[in-house]
C-alpha cells in the first residue's frame, strides 16, 4: 500500500486508495441482500441459495482479512519474511477492514418470547 508507507501522505490520500475496493465489496454485498430478499418475495429456492451463498463468501472473505491480519501480524514477530509484500498486504487489508461494514452478520436472536422477571434497583 503505497499511500500508507509515503511519509507526506494525507488521510484523504488513504481514503482515496481505500475507496474502490470497499465501494466494490460493498456493492456486491447490497447486491446479494437485494437478490435474497427478491427471491425469498418470489419463493426460488435456487434463487435464494445462490444469493445466500454470495453473501456467506463475502462474510468468509471478511473473516478471511482479518485471520490474515492476526496470523500476519503475530508470524511477523517471530519471521523475518524478508518479502515485503506480505506485510503491505496486511497494511492494506488492516485498513480495509474496518470499512467493510455489512451490519449484523449473524442470524438475529429473537427475544420477543422474554419475561422481565427481576428487577434490581441501585441505590446511587
Known amino acids: 500500500m503505497a499511500v500508507e508507507l509515503k511519509l507526506d501522505a494525507k488521510q484523504g490520500d488513504l481514503v482515496a486508495s481505500l ?25 426460488d429456492e435456487k434463487a435464494v441459495k445462490a444469493a445466500q451463498d454470495e453473501l456467506n463468501a463475502l462474510i468468509l472473505f471478511k473473516s478471511d482479512l482479518s485471520a490474515f491480519i492476526r496470523l500476519s501480524t503475530f508470524l511477523s ?41 427481576h428487577h434490581l434497583e441501585c441505590a446511587l
Open 19 to 43: 475507496e474502490p475496493v470497499v465501494d466494490r465489496v460493498m456493492k456486491r454485498y447490497k447486491a446479494a441482500q437485494q437478490a435474497l430478499k427478491i427471491a425469498m418475495e418470489n419463493k
Open 77 to 117: 514477530q517471530i519471521f523475518d519474511y524478508g518479502n515485503t509484500a506480505l506485510e503491505k498486504r496486511a497494511i492494506f487489508f488492516k485498513r480495509l477492514l474496518p470499512l467493510l461494514d455489512f451490519g449484523r452478520e449473524r442470524e438475529g436472536i429473537d427475544l420477543s418470547k422474554v419475561v422481565l422477571t
